[in-house]
């Protein structure tokens, strides 16, 4: 039932590691998000997919890279993890792009 | 880029009493949403507005969009225990990306 669904819910790692999320949503929307919310509880997009094509990419490093294999999944891979992406990522979905978007429950990572 | 000034950052309040907060922008936005934050939860939506000057109400929760579609009010009335989160705003505009206010964070004690 649940609309947005990621995971793992936690993920705790050493520095230097790669790690990846996952994202599902069955709500049959077009455009999926990803999200980062630091300890001050802002939230900032990171990428936009809309229809699998990438569409938003914001000043992210090439650490993260994002992948749509079909219009409800959109996984987030992330290289030689640091100390500062120590956050909770939220996945996303809208049925346009920056309309209503549906959040998932969140990814808390923490690296050490 | 286009930034949100949400007020105010955080409130303590009283069971039983009004809430407002607001955002404002120098940009123009064709969208506003207003969510909540719970801990340990994503965000959730509470309440779209598309239209300048549209006054939109989900239970206890009223919020609008102003006419200069440069800001946004949201207001819950009779506040409960319950009503405790963050709430953010976020504007939707022309380059296709919700831009989020840096909440307020509402603490209800009863």
């Known amino acids: 039932d649940t609309a947005v669904s990621q995971t793992p819910k936690y993920l705790v790692t050493q520095m230097g590691n790669d790690k990846s999320i996952k994202c599902e949503q069955n709500?049959?929307?077009?455009?999926m998000y990803w999200y980062k919310q630091d300890s001050k509880k802002f939230l900032k997009i990171m990428f936009s997919y809309n229809n699998k094509e990438l569409i938003i990419n914001e000043t992210v490093p090439n650490r993260f890279s994002p992948k749509s294999p079909d219009k409800a999944h959109l996984n987030l891979h992330i290289n030689s993890l640091e100390l500062g992406d120590s956050a909770v990522y939220f996945c996303?979905?809208?049925?346009?792009?920056?309309?209503?978007?549906?959040f998932g429950q969140g990814t808390r990572l923490t690296v050490v | 880029g286009q930034q949100l000034n949400q007020s105010p950052q955080s409130m303590f309040i009283q069971e039983g009493e009004d809430v407002s907060m607001n955002c404002t922008s120098s940009s123009i936005f064709n969208t506003w949403l207003w969510y909540k934050q719970e801990p340990g939860e994503g965000p959730v939506l509470l309440i779209a507005l598309y239209k300048a000057g549209e006054l939109t109400s989900n239970g206890r929760l009223t919020a609008q969009f102003g006419i200069t579609r440069k800001d946004s009010f949201l207001n819950i009335s009779a506040s409960i225990p319950s009503d405790v989160g963050i709430y953010f705003c976020?504007?939707?505009?022309?380059?296709?990306?919700?831009?989020f206010g840096k909440g307020t964070l509402l603490t209800v004690n009863p």
């Open positions: 976020a504007g939707g505009g022309s380059n296709y990306k919700l831009t």
């Open positions: 709500l049959g929307h077009d455009t």
């Open positions: 996303a979905s809208s049925q346009v792009v920056g309309t209503e978007a549906f």
